[in-house]
C-alpha cells in the first residue's frame, strides 16, 4: 500500500521541458507544471543543448515556486525531492539536480536522483492500478526501448534501438518534408490526408529475431522519395510521404512489440499489461495499432493520458515516491549521468549513442 504521509516534489530537465511537479504517496498530483522550450528550438529543427540548458536555468526556481503554491505545500512538509540525474543532455540534468540538492539540504529531506527512463517506466501505476512485471515500450524523442519492468529500479531490456529513436526519426521526417518542429504532431496531423500505400517504404527490422530497433533506413528512404518529388511537390505529395513514413514506422514498432509479448509470455505466463510512455505514445495510429494488437494477444494496453506521456515533473516526483516507498534515497554528491541504462546487464546496442 503506498504511504500516505508521503509527498514529493520531483523536478525535470533532461531535453527541452522544464517541469515541476508534487505528488503524493495516494497518487495525487498535487502540481505538475511544465515549460516547453519548443519555441527556442524550433529555428534549429531540433533541441540546442546550449540553448535548452540556459533555458532550465532560467525557467527552474519559478516553476517550482508555482508548483509549490499550487500543491499549498511547505518545504518542510516534503517527504522529499526527486530529480532527473540522467540519462539526457548533461547542461540540463545538471541544473534540475543541482536545485534539488540545494532544496533537500535547507529543508533537510532526502534526495532522490530518478533515472528519466524509470520516471516514464512507472508513470502508468500513479495513472493505472498497472501491477509488476509488466512490459513497456518507451518511445520518445531520444529512445526507443522495449523493457520487462520487474519492480522498482529492477528492468530487463528486450531491445533498443540501433540508430535514431522512433521520435528522432519523427521529427527528421517533419524537417525533410518542411512541417515544423516538433515533428511528431505535424507528420500526424499530414498523415490523416495521405495514402499510406502510395510509397512502399521499408519495415526496419521487421521478421528479424529479438526486439531491437532501427529507424534510419526509413529516413533515408522517405529522404530519397522526397528528393525525387523536387521542387513540384504538392501538399497531397507531401501528405502520402507522411502517411507512408508514419504506417512504416508503426508496422516495425508492431513487429517489435508481437516479439517482446512473446518473450514476456515466456517468463511471465499469458496475459499482463502492455504499459506504453514517451512522447510517441501521443500517437493515435499508433495507439489504435496496439489496441488491435494487445486485444488479438488477450494483453491489457495501458497508455497514460499525453501529457503524462510526455516529459513532465509528475513523472519523476511520482517514480521519488516509489524510490522512497522502496527505501531509496541519495547522497548529496550524486552525480548527474548523460548515459544510465536502465538495465546494466544489457548488451550496448551499436550506434545508440544515450539512446541504449
Ligand atoms: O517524451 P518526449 O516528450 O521527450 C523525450 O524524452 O524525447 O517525446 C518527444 C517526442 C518527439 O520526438 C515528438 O516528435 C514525439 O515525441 N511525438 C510524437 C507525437 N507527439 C510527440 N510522435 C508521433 N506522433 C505524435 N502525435
Ligand atoms: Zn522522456
Same mark, same amino acid.
Given at each position: 500500500m503506498p504511504n500516505r504521509q508521503v509527498i514529493v516534489l520531483g523536478l525535470e530537465s533532461s531535453c527541452d521541458e522544464t517541469a515541476a511537479a508534487v505528488v503524493t504517496g495516494d497518487k495525487r498530483i498535487l502540481a505538475n507544471v511544465v515549460r516547453s522550450q519548443n519555441d527556442a528550438h524550433a529555428p534549429f529543427g531540433g533541441v540546442v543543448p546550449e540553448i535548452a540548458a540556459r533555458a532550465h536555468v532560467t525557467e527552474m526556481d519559478r516553476l517550482i515556486d508555482q508548483a509549490m503554491t499550487e500543491a499549498g505545500v511547505s518545504y518542510g512538509e516534503l517527504s522529499g525531492v526527486a530529480a532527473t540525474a540522467g540519462p539526457g543532455l548533461i547542461g540540463g540534468v545538471l541544473v534540475g539536480l543541482m536545485t534539488a540538492k540545494a532544496i533537500a539540504s535547507v529543508a533537510g529531506v532526502p534526495l532522490i536522483g530518478v533515472n528519466h527512463l524509470e520516471g516514464h517506466a512507472l508513470t502508468a501505476r500513479l495513472t493505472d492500478?498497472?501491477?509488476?512485471?509488466?512490459?513497456l515500450l518507451l518511445v520518445s524523442g531520444g529512445h526507443s526501448q522495449l523493457l520487462i519492468v520487474e519492480g522498482v529500479g529492477r528492468y530487463r531490456r528486450l531491445g533498443t534501438?540501433?540508430?535514431?529513436?522512433v521520435g528522432e526519426a519523427f521529427d527528421k521526417t517533419a524537417k525533410?518534408?518542411? @512541417?515544423?518542429?516538433?515533428? #511528431?504532431?505535424?507528420?500526424?496531423? *499530414?498523415?490523416?490526408a495521405g495514402d499510406a500505400a502510395r510509397?512502399?517504404? $521499408?519495415?526496419?527490422?521487421?521478421?528479424?529475431?529479438?526486439?531491437?530497433?532501427?529507424?534510419?533506413?526509413?529516413?533515408?528512404?522517405?529522404?530519397?522519395?522526397r528528393e525525387k518529388l523536387g521542387d513540384m511537390a504538392t501538399d497531397q505529395d507531401i501528405a502520402d510521404l507522411a502517411a507512408g513514413f508514419q504506417a512504416a514506422a508503426v508496422d516495425s514498432l508492431m513487429d517489435r512489440v508481437a516479439h517482446a509479448m512473446e518473450i514476456f509470455t515466456e517468463r511471465h505466463g499469458a496475459g499482463g499489461a502492455l504499459v506504453v510512455a514517451g512522447g510517441v505514445a501521443a500517437n493515435q495510429y499508433l495507439k489504435t495499432s496496439l489496441t488491435a494488437l494487445s486485444e488479438a494477444r488477450g494483453v491489457r494496453l495501458v497508455v497514460p493520458p499525453p501529457? @503524462?506521456?510526455?516529459?513532465? #515533473?509528475?513523472?519523476?516526483?511520482? *517514480?521519488?515516491?516509489?524510490?522512497?516507498?522502496?527505501?531509496?534515497?541519495? $547522497?548529496l554528491d550524486l552525480a548527474a549521468k548523460a548515459r544510465w541504462p536502465l538495465d546494466p546487464d544489457a548488451e550496448p546496442a551499436p550506434f545508440a549513442g544515450y539512446k541504449a
Open positions: 492500478d498497472v501491477d509488476f512485471p509488466y512490459l534501438t540501433i540508430d535514431d529513436a525533410m518534408l518542411g @512541417l515544423g518542429f516538433p515533428g #511528431g504532431p505535424a507528420v500526424e496531423r *499530414a498523415a490523416k510509397f512502399a517504404f $521499408p519495415r526496419p527490422m521487421k521478421g528479424r529475431e529479438g526486439c531491437n530497433f532501427s529507424f534510419s533506413g526509413l529516413k533515408t528512404a522517405v529522404r530519397q522519395a501529457r @503524462l506521456c510526455t516529459d513532465n #515533473g509528475a513523472m519523476i516526483a511520482w *517514480a521519488g515516491v516509489e524510490r522512497l516507498n522502496a527505501g531509496y534515497s541519495d $547522497p
